[in-house]
């Protein structure tokens, strides 16, 4: 099993910048997939990115491309999420998750979840 621990939402203005990180703690020697997803109050869960542990390919939503870099830290187990121009419409929590086989975009895909984390930017 593995564990995740999301940290770094909070409160910006549209248009700032904000970092996520993402620790995970267990059997991480054996993980596949780290990925992002948000979700917005009345909304599906949504992918976000994702990167592959063993050699962090990285990859985007479409819509987050050029906005979002997905980055790990081995020495530290920890996946970042640097997103850059923040609209408020991506105001959501953010979770990541994890998983020991495949590389997927759909959350159904993850096993392993963090708590969350509260991403809100104001217009």
């Known amino acids: 099993q593995v564990q995740l621990v999301e940290s770094g939402g909070r409160e910006v203005q549209a248009g700032d910048s904000l970092r996520l990180s993402c620790t995970v703690s267990?059997?991480?020697?054996?993980?596949?997939?780290v990925g992002w997803f948000r979700q917005a109050p009345g909304k599906e869960r949504e992918f976000v990115s994702r990167i592959t542990w063993s050699n962090s390919r990285a990859a985007y939503a479409d819509s987050m491309k050029g906005r979002f870099t997905i980055s790990r830290d081995g020495a530290n187990n920890t996946v970042y999420l640097q997103m850059y121009s923040l609209k408020p419409e991506d105001t959501a929590v953010y979770y990541c998750?994890?998983?020991?086989?495949?590389?997927?975009?759909?959350?159904?895909?993850?096993?392993?979840w963090g708590q969350g984390t509260q991403v809100t930017v104001s217009s």
């Open positions: 267990g059997r991480t020697l054996n993980l596949a997939t």
């Open positions: 998750a994890a998983n020991f086989f495949g590389t997927y975009d759909d959350f159904k895909g993850y096993a392993y």
